[in-house]
């Protein structure tokens, strides 16, 4: 992915993105373990202390896993490598996603996600994105996180989320969103998704008042996360 250099006003960002510890290392958004072998160039990357970044990766992994198992419908059947050996490495694991699945009286594959790690995992990556796109630091609670699969959302809430809103004002001067806006890919001045993996991961952020994150994990799960009153 294209790799843009902020000039935004560093001092905005004090500390750990996730809490007010130091910048001891540099946190991938999204994470790794998220995106297929050979990772894209440039990852984005934002300031998080040690004990923030190593309190995430055994959540991600289960997403990572949970989004796959759901994809594909079973456990047995994944096809992703780095997935298939995580599940081999980690049968316990495997058994909870095994347990977790479920098929109702029309033969419609789910599975019950343990919620709250799914939730731990996307307000991480909504952090970091409104940190590296829009300068913002966002360690309150958000106002709204909602996270489905993309498949059940209705043709208007899926033209919703997939149509990112667009500022009436830009956004900070130098920041990597006002860069995106404008030098568009399509030669037209606004937001748009951005692909870290086609079919694995893309994002969008706006600050506009609010601050809203939207990504999309496997072609999977949608979720978005805002901070304030909800941008139409």
């Not at 109702?104 to 995992?121: H, L, P, Q």
């Not at 030669?187 to 999309?216: N, S």
């Amino acid at each position: 992915m294209d790799q843009l250099q902020s000039f935004a006003d560093d001092r905005l960002l004090i500390g750990c993105i996730h809490c007010t510890g130091p910048t001891e290392t540099r946190d991938h958004v999204p994470s790794r373990i998220l995106l297929d072998e050979p990772y894209p160039e440039n990852l984005p990357v934002v300031p998080a202390c040690a004990a923030c970044n190593q309190s995430f990766p055994l959540d991600e992994e289960y997403v990572a896993c949970l989004v796959e198992c759901a994809r594909t419908g079973a456990v047995e059947a994944v096809q992703r490598p780095k997935i298939q050996r995580i599940l081999q490495d980690t049968p316990a694991l495997a058994a909870r996603l095994t347990q977790a699945r479920v098929v109702d009286d029309n033969g419609t594959i789910s599975f019950k996600a343990e919620t709250e790690r799914v939730k731990n995992v996307v307000l991480k990556l909504a952090r970091g994105h409104a940190a590296y796109e829009l300068n913002e630091q966002k360690r309150d609670e958000p106002s709204r996180i909602m996270f489905v699969p993309l498949h059940s959302l209705d043709p208007h809430a899926r033209e919703h989320f997939e149509t990112p809103p667009q500022p009436t004002t830009w956004p900070e001067v130098g920041t990597r969103a006002m860069q995106r806006m404008v030098v568009s890919t399509a030669g037209v001045v606004g937001l748009d998704w951005i692909a870290v993996q086609p079919g694995q991961y893309r994002y969008v952020a706006v600050a506009e008042g609010a601050v809203m994150v939207r990504f999309v994990l496997g072609e999977y799960l949608a979720c978005e996360v805002i901070w304030g009153e909800e941008l139409e």
